[in-house]
């Protein structure tokens, strides 16, 4: 039988894919190809190559730096054993997530693993992680499926008054769902529709949100490891089509201090073949019952800056206790009601945005529910009340990044699956975050995170 290991290698293994996307980058007119991954900072990152050179790249990949997994958000590389000035690893790309960009003209972008030279996994890879993940939920017999609901503010990056970071000016006033908000971000909204679709992105709704210029464009439900992929994809397009309109649109948690957050809620649901079996309330529990029991130190992962926890606070919709409950929108995990007859049911957890890196986080999170599956863990009394109308019944959530941070490093089921290398380099870069954002003003955070998300 083959390890977890080796079936993660055997995946990656390129196929008859490969061939169709030199077609098509020819026809297409592409001349960079973008090798795209996302840090433990959070920040997507990569490098380029030429389409003349794109054959030959797909099989060495593009020499990196491995101190890369040790650069926090402001590009301070930290101190991490292993991930210094010595030592390489390639940006291997998957030719099955080869997507011409809409936003930029002979441009194409593919998501990479970060592999050892002579092919093999690298243990600090966060693809990879996710990709061990699933493997380990297959063999006991599941998959999951996954979506993110990712918020944004859209506007325009003017300097600030005070001679700080850039400040972010939103596109419009408009209110929750009002009308003006979809005329107003119209032509913005339309290319950025077209250019998800054109990725394979099928745009599920999308809708004006509660603070000024702050949308929400979500994307069809996919396999774990696709999910995670159509989430980098899906920040680049948000980013880019702002960019080539003259504006500039954020997923950072709370760009602005004193305006609404940005979630990336996450939605999942567990199969087993055809079957959903969340539809069965006892594995649904279990499941629910795992996340809850890790959620402190998920936390960490699914809300990975400093600026999450500006959000994360009672009666603003993002979650702020530890709880679940049918439709509570103020519970960590909300059990959704199914959409017409389906009878489908899926999981929304509420503490996730887009600072986090999505395949730490996704991976995480399938670590939290089959250790609940596997431990038969009870979930507890559904919350049907506003948590916070009923103090002290149920615990709060991490209320900074450093008290996350602390519930992850004592989380043994979460170190583990991440691994020494993993989480020594996670926690020397968000700690480092915690450090520099310390005693800084509420402008100065928002306007790095408005940068880097």
Not at 273 to 302: C, K, M, Y
Request: aromatic share 6%; with cysteine.
């Amino acid at each position: 039988m083959m390890t977890v290991r080796q079936r993660v290698t055997k995946i990656q293994q390129p196929g008859p894919a490969v061939q169709r996307l030199l077609e098509r980058a020819e026809i297409e007119g592409v001349e960079l190809v973008r090798f795209l991954y996302a840090d433990h900072g959070g920040v997507i990152r990569g490098k380029a190559t030429s389409r003349a050179r794109l054959a030959e790249r797909l099989g060495s990949g593009i020499g990196h730096t491995v101190a890369m997994l040790a650069m926090n958000m402001l590009d301070q590389l930290q101190q991490v054993e292993h991930l210094g000035p010595v030592g390489e690893v390639r940006l291997v790309p998957d030719p099955e997530t080869f997507v011409p960009l809409p936003y930029s003209p002979g441009a194409a972008a593919m998501v990479a693993d970060l592999r050892l030279p002579d092919g093999s996994p690298w243990a600090a890879c966060p693809r990879t992680f996710l990709k061990e993940a699933v493997a380990e939920l297959e063999q006991a017999g599941y998959t999951l499926v996954a979506a993110f609901e990712p918020e944004f503010t859209l506007g325009r990056r003017l300097p600030s008054p005070e001679g700080g970071p850039d400040r972010l000016v939103p596109l419009d006033d408009s209110l929750c769902y009002a009308g003006t908000g979809f005329d107003t971000a119209h032509d913005y909204t339309v290319r950025l529709v077209h250019a998800l679709e054109a990725q394979g992105l099928r745009v599920e709704h999308c809708h004006p949100e509660l603070g000024p210029g702050q949308q929400e464009v979500s994307i069809r439900h996919a396999p774990a490891l696709r999910a995670a992929d159509n989430h980098v994809l899906y920040r680049e397009t948000v980013r880019g089509v702002a960019l080539r309109m003259a504006m500039w649109a954020s997923l950072a948690p709370k760009p602005i201090p004193d305006q609404a957050g940005n979630g990336a809620h996450l939605h999942l649901s567990l199969w087993q073949g055809s079957v959903n079996v969340f539809a069965d309330e006892q594995v649904r529990g279990w499941f629910i019952g795992g996340l809850l029991a890790h959620l402190p130190a998920l936390t960490a992962l699914t809300c990975g800056s400093v600026n999450s926890f500006r959000r994360l606070a009672p009666r603003m919709w993002s979650s702020a206790y530890i709880c679940h409950g049918p439709d509570n929108r103020e519970a960590a995990v909300r059990v959704c009601s199914p959409l017409g007859e389906s009878g489908e049911i899926n999981l929304e957890l509420k503490p996730s945005d887009s600072s986090a890196n999505p395949y730490l986080s996704l991976g995480a999170v399938i670590h939290a529910g089959l250790d609940g599956i596997r431990r038969r863990l009870d979930p507890g009394e559904a919350a049907t009340v506003d948590p916070d109308t009923v103090p002290g019944r149920y615990p709060r959530l991490p209320a900074s990044l450093p008290e996350a941070l602390d519930a992850l490093e004592a989380d043994e089921v979460l170190m583990a699956a991440l691994g020494p290398l993993r989480a020594q380099a996670y926690l020397a870069v968000k700690r480092s975050e915690a450090v520099a954002f310390a005693g800084q003003n509420a402008a100065y955070e928002c306007g790095q995170h408005l940068r880097a998300f």
